[in-house]
């Protein structure tokens, strides 16, 4: 059974090894989304209709302006566009997210496709641009029910729910970056085409806009044969909403719609998502409606504003690389509102930077906390919002966003106008202050303040104190004293005997060690316990099991671990469950949660894996230890960061040696907890 990252247990502290280890990391976590096929394929999918999107929207200015030909409408041409795009998302998001949760997912992305790839080859034949804004209207419809669907679908996708993070991370890329790319190098190639052909004379602009419209609609076109033909597991749910539509409960429209609504306001963690959300965007719509008199405050123009956005958008992209790390060291629940926060924080030192080269070191700030704070929320409602309300969740925050992004955007030209350049005296001296820089202020304030609500609301580990978490997160450790290390393998005869040998490498570098409960005592308690209660069921078994290892948390390991000791535990979670997945009839998912109730989601900090590929476990077939093999090298790499696999054919006294060799460098930068002589 492969476990879910918890965000609160740390990586493994080690050093400048698992800073080269790093990129690796990475690497090897996209690598695992990567090689679920559906998934793959979904990105390519989400490649196509996100290359739509950005060629429409340099496709429909180009063919906006070229039918109007004043000067007035045609310098309106792409506020037109990009408003047009806009109003559906207030509009149809939360129908949207209704559709997603009551229909098939496939059906409703492959409708929508079908309807935009129509629209757009509409606007190409009809050449009305009245009837372009409303086709445009129509498609930015379509794509708020398409969206809901989409993103909703993606977490059944994937084989774990610690998945979710890096499969956001890649439709991210996907969507702000390789897509917009590809989307506006596209349009620059059939613009050019002209040129490369040496066309001149006739309505040439006018014919490639259209051909540009054209290729637009194909594009969705494709999307929707490929959604339709290769991705049947859209069509998919999870076991919980699957029973549902099969009894037959199935509320009306607008029951769901409500019900997704109360769903929001009485979950806590849904209620703190949403008001961090309306405080990260109300500042981003801030800043981006004052930038360009904000760039002129520094004292630049164009290439000011122009660096100004480089660096948010460079912050963006570092902070959603690094978000995965910092969500190792410090709560998902906890990682969002504080990067809000921090988000308002450095938005303020925006709105006082005196001169350019502080503007854009704190605008990047503020970018990678948004980085961060949206990969997060994203995250939290893909593995922790249920498979029924996700879309409806979903649609919400994408509505939130439009309606927030456009009254802020909105309003804050406004407030501009209205406070207009002001001049103060400082030490009798006169200073002319900028109005982009209260309003900015008034943008981080609300930021802050929802900020912080968001926390209160999603905090479950209010016992624990933020500052020494957030400190701890920051030095790259974890909040609690000691360290938890599984030696994990296949059979229970190796895993024994390098447990102990381990344990006494490192009471020898001075560390107070304890060796945790002996699964053979486990193992008489869980036979004791079926035997004397007549269990027989697979799941009452599982049960049992569970609550043995949860009594072994509870009484030994979290103790010793608040202690400061280092915990030493032979086939802590890995190993059982990986036999008993390979056994038992139960699913995957169903034994995941089972374990992370069981031991509170606790999570070892270093995951010793013994691999010894030719050993067969005693009494159990070839084929059983294979698939245990199998499950326990697939945990292994799809979690690196966790993982050290050491080789476990040979000696013992050489195993071991390997054992210690692995693990000791790790524990060089730990105070030593006892003095040698008390060892």
Known sequence: MTEIQDADTPATEAGQAGQAQSSVSTVHRLRSVLAIRPFRRLWLVTYLCSVGDWLSLLALTGLVSEMMKSYQWQSFALSLVVLTQLLPGILFAPIGGVLADKFDRRKVMVVCDVLRGSLFIS???IGSPIWLFVANFLVGCCAMLWIPAKESAVPNLLRRPDQVESAN????VMTYGISTISGFGLYSLIAGIPAYLNLQGGNLEFNIATIAVVINGLLYFTSAILVATRLPELSGRVSSARKKEEDGDKPGFVAMFREGLKFAAATPLVRGLVIGMIGAFAAAGVVIATAKLYAQSLLGGAS???LLFV???FGLAVGMATAPRLAQRLAYNRLFGVTIVFAGISLVLVALAPHLWIALLTVALVGACAGVAFLTGLTIVGSQVEDAMRGRTVALIQSLLKIVLFGASAGAPLLVALLQKRQVSVFGHPMEVDATRPVMLGGAAIAIVLGLVAYRQMDDRREEPV????FAA???????????????????EDTSVQARRLAAALRAEGLDVLLAADPEHDERRLRTMLSSADLAGVRAQALVAAAVRADVVERQVRPALDNGSVVVMERYVDSPLAHFTATSSLEHQELEGLVDWATGRLRPDLTILLDRPGADAKGIGPEHHWRVQRLLSEMAAADPDRYVVVE????VDDVAERVRSAVVPLMAGRKRAVPQAAV
């Open 304 to 306: 000011t504003f122009g």
């Open 467 to 470: 500052l020494s978490s957030l």
């Open 474 to 492: 920051i030095r790259g450790r974890r909040h609690t004293k000691g360290m938890l290390i599984a030696v994990e393998g296949d059979t229970r």
């Open 648 to 651: 476990a054919e040979g000696d």
């Open 169 to 172: 991370q890649l439709g991210l």
């Open 311 to 313: 660096a948010v958008f």
């Open 123 to 125: 606007i190409a034949l």
